[in-house]
Each structure stands twice: as C-alpha cells, then as structure tokens.
C-alpha cells in the first residue's frame, strides 16, 4: 500500500463525506434539515422561461427588457464569484435584489474549472486527472478529489445557499465544462495514484500499485476494470449527494441544477442519482438540445433518467445563433410542452451591435426586435394555455430546419473545386459489385468519382435514422468547376436514386452530409472516400481497401471511440492478403495499428477493417493518399 499521511486531508474529507461527519458540521451550517425542501410550484405551473447571461451584463434595464419580452427567469454565469470574493458576491446580490423587483427568478451558475479561479486550488503535488496513458493533466482535477470538490462545488454551493435567505436566489447551478483545464470534459475514469490508493483499500488489495502508464492494462488483466469502474461512479454519486445535503442545511427549497447533467456517461449519471431527490429534484440544464430545439430527444431523455433512478427535471437550451429567427417560438413552446421549460443561449447578442454576420458565439443578425417578438410569442402561448386548459389549441408550429441542401453543405465549406489529380486503378471499370449493405457514415463523408462528359452519374443513396434529431441528411454532387449538377435530401429508410448526366469531363465529388443520422452510397462507377479524421462510421462497416505510395517506409492507422461503452476492433491485411496487424481500443485509447511495409509491399493496395461495437472514428497518416474504397477495383490513387 502507499497510503500515507501525506494524503491526511484527502482521508479527512473522506470522513467528511462518507463517516461520521456531515459537511454542515465542518461549515456550521446547521439551520434546517436536508429533505424537508419544497420543488417550486411556479416551475411546474408557469414553466422556466429562462435568458443565460453574464454577471459582466450588469444592467438592469437588460433584465428589465427581458420581463418585458416574456422570460422569467435568468441564469447568470457567476464565474467570478467564491467564498473569499466579497466584492463578487455582492455583485450578485445586486442583481438579485433586482431581479426581485422585476419579478424573476434568478439562478446564478458558477464553474468546476473554469479558470485560474479554479485553478488556484490545483496545486504542485495535489490530485490531478491521470488518463490511460498514464498521462498527467496537471491542470485537470480529479472527478472524485473530495478536497478539491469541497473548496470549488460544495462550499460556493453553501454561499449561495446563504445569500439566498437574504436575497432572491432561487436556485444553484454548475457548469462542469471545463474551460481552464486540459480537456473540457473528463476523458474516461481517473487512474490518479489517490483513486488507486482507495480502490486498493477499499478492496483489500496488498499488492503495489502499477505505474501510471501500466494501470488500465493492469485492472483488464486483473478482472479489476468493471470493479474500478463502478467505485468511481458510486463515489462521483457520493459527492454529488454530500453537496446536495450541505446546500439544503442551509436552504432546503434552493433548487440545483447542473449543464449538460443529461449527458450519458459515468459521472453525469453518478451526479444526476446523486444530485436531486425525490423531493427536490435537480435540473438538467440541457445543452444537447442547443441546435436541434424540440425533437423526440427529449421524452427519450426524461425516460432514460427515470430508469437510471435518477430524480432529475429537463430544461432544455437553444442557442439562438443555430435557429432561423421565424422558428424559434415554435420551438420554445414545444420544448416547454415536454419539460421543465426553456432556456435561451445568450440573450447577450441583443446588446451587442447588431452583425449581419456573425464574427462570435455572441452576436446576432439585425434587427434585434425581431428575438424578442419571438420570445414574446413563446410566452404568450405559454399563458394562453394555462388560461385555457382543456381548451387550448396551439397556434404556433414547430419547423425543424431542414435548409436547402447547397446552402448546408456550403456552410460547412465543400463547395470549392477539387484540387486533387486522381486515377483509377482499374480502367476498364468496376467487373463486381459493391456490397449490398454499404458501409454507414455520420456527420458528413466526401467521395470522388472520375466521369467522362455526356456521361450518366448513377448510384443510389440511403439514410438511417440516428439519435432523436428531426432533420434529414443532405447531398449534393459537384463538378470540377463547382457547379453543382445534383442535389437532395435523404428521406430517413428511403433508398434515393441518384441519376444525373454529367456537363464536363473531370473529377467529380459526392459530399453527404447530417448532424445525427446515418447515410450510406452504392455509385456505379469507381469511387474514393475521403479519409479525414472527421469521418465517423456506425455499426455497418465494409473492409477499406487503400494504395500505399512507393516511398511509405511506415505508416500507421488509427481507430478511436468516443464514449468508454463504445470499443472497436482495428484488422489490416497486406496486398496479399495476409493480416499484418491487429490492435483493439481500450477505455478511450485508441487502437493504432503501426505498419513497415518492405519494398515489394509498397505501390501497392492495403486493406483494413475497422469492427466497432456502435461507432468508430478514423485517423489517417498524412503520408497516406486519403482515399478510401469499399473494392479495390473501385480505388482511386494519386496520379503520380
């Protein structure tokens, strides 16, 4: 064991959370006792009609044009603010006061990491996130550092709870994203030496702890990975729940609610069991809604929580910049209909300069006028219906952005000619058929495909839907001038034929495209998948077959996934056919397959495979001709 005294404060705020004493006892707030709160009846009756701002907005008039416009709430990022920041506190205060006046309800937000605020308390030596390299973040705390949640969740968590018995706070929010640190999100379960000290006591374990680099290999060898990974979870919720206990000492009707709590991963499901009670619930200040608005994501969402036995209440984000000005009351009606309410990502783009367009995550297109018309129509809906009950007919509709297709993919900046000379490896054409089952794309995929002027661009397209998003993948074929010769949309399970005579001789480039939905494409002439880090494939994957130049000496493939669920299996073959490498992902590390082709190897075609148990994400050596076929009669190479 290494278990020593100069981790005594960590073992004291173990005691803290987990013994005989509560965090009340250590602060003296002892007023009221935890689970005897009330969940605001003016939420379930009125709805949150939340505006996010910055405590820097310091306006009154800002807030009083919002009341004018039909919020009635604001949630205020309060980054500055901490125990020891008198002059922030009262800065809050004063908006809280008016806020009072106003008649909103005010929640102010403060951060896990946001900044050097946080930071301070990351000192030399203190416990910081260690990933499955073994790699330090040194300016990432641990998910389950009790000392540093304490100083940065519970404690600014109890002086809000404080202030809020002399000023009209009605509730407390956390912002885990993580600005100030390494990665703004925990990459996967901490392997600190702190964690595996208390894993290995609380299991019993007298065996020495493997080094950082050794440690995610050593739990899988060991049986020890689903034991590891279930005590992190139980002591994220432990957190959690000491933190909820301690601010409702003070003030049991103060309601928490954390961003992005509705996140599917280990330590928002911890936070989300451990954060809300039956009672008072938590709420889960989406931002998984910010650009799709109202869609089935959130029935499946409020479902899937109550499964988890989580007590927690939805309320819903929209980013304004992501949404035509004429849908947005639409969509925040309806995103009320199935939730707690709403909140808008940030109204202060209104008292920034009108740009028509937008150079930041802030500013709007003119005029202005027009959001808070849409905001008050929202509202006024929302009214009407409690007038009415029964009664009521919704006059507002939802329109989900579907866009024209060239306007969708211009915007992501795939309309520029192709600039690349390619050739293909088997003139006379394709003498097999592609599979029947193509391999499935999301986000969006390029291909490249030669075709001869007066010549017909045939094919067919498919879509499959994907996650609870109400759009439809686009498409668009285009020449090597650019223009742009066909162009659609992908009903979801509905094959597209595509048919299209080509205007002049060249290359020519397929770009798909989609936020959430898979779609696949069967061409009948030969054809090359870009390969670039942003390609991501879904279950239904075909062997790649790809041309290694003959001056490659080595190249390397490299697989990822992006949650710990989600693990793939990385196969390549040399040009014979004899399998070369093999490697499988682990947690979040990726499987990297490294190759030395000899001579006789390369200027010749490779194939891989890539076997994910959902989905995978290709990195490709530069080295390396990105593209990619599903036969190599079908690739395409460079033409040297």
Same mark, same amino acid.
């Given at each position: ?55 820097h ?8 044009t919002?009341v ?16 020891d920041?008198?002059?922030a ?37 203190g416990r910081?996130?260690v990933?499955g390299?073994g790699?330090?973040l ?22 809000v ?5 002399t000023?009209?706070i ?6 885990p994203e ?15 030496t ?11 374990l ?8 050794d ?28 933190t ?10 103060l ?5 992005m ?6 330590y ?18 989406s ?15 409020r479902? &899937?929580?109550?499964? @988890?036995g989580?007590?927690?209440? $939805?309320?819903? #984000?929209?980013?304004?910049?992501? *949404? !035509? +000005? ?8 309806y ?15 209104l ?12 500013s ?17 809906e929302l009214d ?11 006059k ?9 297709p ?13 600039q690349v ?8 054409? &394709?003498?097999?058929? @592609?599979?029947?089952?193509?391999? $499935?794309?999301? #986000?969006?995929?390029?291909?490249? *495909? !030669? +075709?001869a ?8 397209l498919?879509s ?38 080509a ?16 779609f696949?494409?069967?061409?009948d002439?030969p ?7 942003a ?15 003959p001056?490659v000496?080595q190249? &390397? ?6 949650y ?12 014979g ?40 994400n290709?990195?490709?050596d ?14 395409l190479?460079?033409?040297e």
């Open positions: 064991m290494t278990y020593s005294n100069r981790y005594a404060h960590v073992a004291w705020a173990l005691l803290v959370i987990f013994g005989g004493l509560s965090a009340a006892d250590v602060s003296g707030d002892q007023q009221t006792p935890a689970g005897t709160g009330k969940w605001p009846a003016w939420i379930d009756s009125d709805k949150i009609r939340g505006a996010f701002d910055f405590i907005t310091d306006n009154r008039d800002h807030l009083a919002l004018a416009n039909g919020f009635n709430t604001v949630l205020i990022s309060c980054a500055s603010v901490d125990v920041k008198p002059e506190i009262a800065q809050m205060n004063k908006q809280a006061d008016w806020c009072a006046e106003l008649g909103l309800h005010f929640f102010p937000s403060t951060r896990l990491c946001g900044g050097p605020l946080e930071l301070r308390h990351l000192v030399p030596g910081a996130y990933d390299t790699t330090t040194t300016k990432t705390p641990c998910p389950v550092d009790p000392v540093f949640w304490d100083t940065v969740v519970t404690r600014r968590g109890q002086m709870a404080r202030q809020s018995l000023h009209q009605d509730g407390f929010l956390l912002d993580m600005y100030g640190a390494d990665a703004s999100n925990f990459p996967g379960y901490c392997l600190c702190h964690c595996f000290d208390e894993f290995f006591e609380q299991r019993e007298n065996t020495a702890i493997p080094a950082a680099a440690r995610a290999a050593w739990l899988q060898q060991q049986g020890l990975q689903a034991g590891f990974n279930e005590w992190k979870a139980r002591r994220a919720e432990a957190l959690a729940r000491a909820e206990q301690a601010i409702h000492q003070i003030n049991p009707d309601v928490i609610g954390v961003f709590l509705d996140g599917n991963n280990w928002y499901n911890a936070w989300a069991r451990g954060f809300g009670t039956a009672g008072m619930p938590a709420l889960a200040m931002e998984n809604t910010y650009s799709t608005g109202a869609t089935r994501y959130l029935g499946w969402t479902e &899937r929580l109550k499964q @988890l989580a007590h927690v209440v $939805l309320a819903p #984000g929209m980013w304004l910049r992501q *949404f !035509p +000005v004429e849908n947005i009351a639409g969509h925040l009606f995103m009320a209909q199935e939730s707690a309410g709403y909140w808008v990502f940030t109204t202060l783009g008292w920034m300069e009108p740009e028509p367009v937008p150079t930041n995550d802030y709007l297109p003119p005029p202005h006028s027009s959001y808070l018309d849409a905001f008050s129509l929202a509202a006024a009407r219906q409690a007038q009415e009950g029964e009664r009521f007919a919704a507002l509709k939802l329109v989900h952005i579907q866009g024209a060239r306007e969708s993919i211009a915007a992501a900046g795939l309309l520029s000619p192709a000379k390619l050739r293909t490896l088997n003139p006379q054409g &394709r003498s097999r058929p @592609l599979p029947d089952k193509p391999t $499935l794309y999301s #986000g969006s995929a390029v291909c490249y *495909f !030669p +075709v002027a007066g010549k017909e661009i045939t094919g067919i498919r499959r839907p994907g996650g609870h998003q109400e759009n439809v993948p686009v498409y668009a074929v285009i020449a090597p001038s650019g223009t742009v010769v066909a162009e659609g949309v992908l009903p979801l399970n509905e094959p597209v034929p595509l048919k299209a005579t205007p002049e001789t060249g290359l020519y480039k397929l770009v798909l495209g989609t936020q959430a939905h898979f696949s494409a069967s061409l002439m054809h090359a998948v870009v390969a670039a880090e390609v991501r494939v879904i279950q239904q994957v075909n062997r790649m077959y790809f041309y290694v130049p001056d000496e190249f &390397r493939i490299e697989v990822g996934t992006p710990v669920a989600e693990q793939a299996k990385l196969l390549v073959w040399d040009p056919g004899k399998e070369a490498a093999s490697a499988e992902t682990f947690e979040l590390l990726p499987a990297v397959a490294e190759l030395n082709p000899t001579p006789e190897q390369r200027g010749k075609v490779w194939s891989f495979h890539m076997l994910p148990t959902y989905s995978a290709l990195k490709w530069p080295q390396l001709p990105p593209y990619l076929a599903e036969d190599p009669e079908a690739l190479v460079p033409i």
